[in-house]
């Protein structure tokens, strides 16, 4: 299974809203409705973020949404927070019961 | 509250068999719908998926490194236990181990391990 497809980097000023996409295949992304964002501070573990597409964990800002068309999931964070600053990673269950990562995708707040 | 903590040699020599303890508590891997899974991170990578183990342990592995992991669990001693065999220097990583809640429907980690980093070198 190869790693999904994120941008390397993205980034957004304070206030503004950002989207972080995530491309597989109908064999991951497309064929579940099973991704998962993570959020990771530098030296810190990952943070999960967005669970089955669009739920948040409890505690997790309403800030942060996800969504899915097809082939690509997307995250979206809204009025952004110099604290958001990180990398993000989506997660996608697969047809053969197993888990993929993407590559990540290293956001900026300027 | 769920913790989870990672233990093991931090640096290995090519072809040796790593062996990784996760210890944790708050949660039983008795209970229905619980899992705990490894993932790793190469230095300024991203992070990959290696392995989880299902409270029934039922196992899962990633396709491209199923033929060197194998995972266990001890439920009494609330351990999961990763071996890795035939180590190579691009296997130098920051192992995390994580909990998969019960209430997911596919395959979610919301607690995880600090992560141990370990170096394979000669």
Request: with cysteine; proline share 5%.
């Amino acid at each position: 299974q190869s790693a999904l497809t994120q941008p390397a980097s993205v980034s957004g000023s304070l206030g503004q809203s950002i989207t972080i996409s995530c491309t597989g295949t109908s064999s991951d992304v497309g064929g579940y409705d099973y991704v998962s964002w993570y959020q990771q501070h530098p030296g810190k573990a990952p943070k999960l973020m967005i669970y089955d597409v669009s739920n948040r964990p409890s505690g997790v800002s309403n800030r942060f949404s996800g969504s899915k068309s097809g082939n690509t999931a997307s995250l979206t964070i809204s009025g952004l927070q110099a604290e958001d600053e990180a990398d993000y990673y989506c997660s996608s269950y697969t047809r053969s019961s197993t888990l993929v990562f993407g590559g990540g995708t290293k956001l900026t707040v300027l | 509250q769920i913790t989870l903590k990672e233990s093991g040699p931090t640096l290995v020599k090519p072809t040796q068999t790593l062996t990784l303890t996760c210890t944790f508590s708050g949660f039983s891997l008795s209970t229905s719908g619980v899992g705990v899974g490894w993932i790793r991170q190469p230095p300024g990578k991203a992070l990959e998926w290696l392995a989880l183990i299902y409270w029934d342990d039922d196992k899962r592995y990633s396709p491209s490194l199923k033929s060197r992991l194998t995972i266990t669990k001890d439920t009494s001693k609330n351990q999961v236990v990763l071996t890795m065999t035939n180590m190579d220097p691009v296997d130098t990583a920051t192992y995390y181990c994580a909990h998969r809640p019960p209430y997911s429907s596919s395959v979610d980690f919301d607690s995880w391990g600090q992560g141990t980093l370990v170096t394979v070198s000669s």
